[in-house]
């Protein structure tokens, strides 16, 4: 079973470009969490999604941000018109929650996203 | 709402020392769930410990061991003879049941230095 893979692992982009990052939970997981850490910050819950809904999202996610998780299994997230306060840490994490109300999180490696 | 506060920014120890990480929380729901995060520099954050709100007692895990204490909104780590593979960030983190468990709040982190 591998666990959560995130790509691209950093992504440098001019101010004003679109960028997208991508998420394969472990497979079965039901949840899939994106989250953004700051240096020196713990992670800020973004969005989740169960299966393919979207269920939640953050104030912190302006309308420049959209996420999708076709068919319930990988999610993208795409920044359009970066801003170079979106520089930060994009963590993706899964979890499994059937049969309870709340399950660890799996972390991914994040996508380290540089906004020159 | 829900806020957790790890007070304390770094710490730094010898090896062979005991270290505990204090952790405090806010949450108006009767049922929640606490988290331990250990995120190491090679960045992917690692669960270590969940406990539900109505199981106060302390838990051990080799090096490890965990104080929960409703009266005081405390969930304290603390490992024993510590080693150098301990440097790491540990994060403390709350899920709220009533919001459905999704939105889990990380505090800022508490950066461990252990010298040799």
């Known amino acids: 079973d591998t666990g959560v893979s995130q790509d691209p692992r950093h992504k440098i982009t001019k101010r004003g470009q679109n960028v997208t990052f991508r998420c394969d939970p472990i497979?079965?997981?039901?949840?899939l969490y994106w989250y953004r850490q700051t240096l020196g910050q713990g992670p800020e819950f973004l969005t989740y999604?169960?299966?393919?809904?979207?269920?939640?999202k953050s104030r912190l996610l302006s309308d420049r941000f959209s996420a999708e998780r076709p068919k319930g299994s990988f999610s993208t997230l795409e920044i359009q018109r970066t801003e170079q306060g979106d520089s930060a840490m994009y963590l993706c994490?899964?979890?499994?929650?059937?049969?309870?109300?709340?399950?660890?999180?799996?972390f991914g490696e994040g996508s380290r996203l540089t906004v020159l | 709402a829900q806020k957790v506060t790890q007070a304390q920014t770094e710490i730094s120890v010898v090896e062979k020392e005991d270290v505990t990480l204090d952790c405090v929380y806010e949450?108006?729901?009767?049922?929640?769930?606490l988290f331990w995060y250990k995120q190491p520099p090679s960045g992917e954050l690692v669960f270590l410990i969940r406990?539900?709100?109505?199981?106060?007692q302390n838990e051990i895990s080799g090096r490890y061991s965990w104080n929960f204490q409703k009266s005081t909104s405390s969930f304290n780590f603390t490992i024993t003879a510590s080693q150098v593979v301990d440097s790491a960030v540990y994060f403390c983190?709350?899920?709220?049941?009533?919001?459905?468990?999704?939105?889990?709040?990380f505090g800022a982190g508490t950066r461990l230095f252990v010298k040799a």
């Open positions: 999604f169960q299966n393919e809904a979207q269920l939640e």
């Open positions: 983190a709350l899920s709220e049941a009533n919001t459905g468990g999704f939105k889990t709040i």
């Open positions: 949450t108006r729901d009767t049922t929640y769930y």
């Open positions: 497979s079965e997981h039901n949840r």
């Open positions: 994490a899964s979890s499994d929650n059937r049969g309870q109300i709340v399950g660890e999180l799996f």
């Open positions: 406990r539900n709100s109505f199981d106060e």
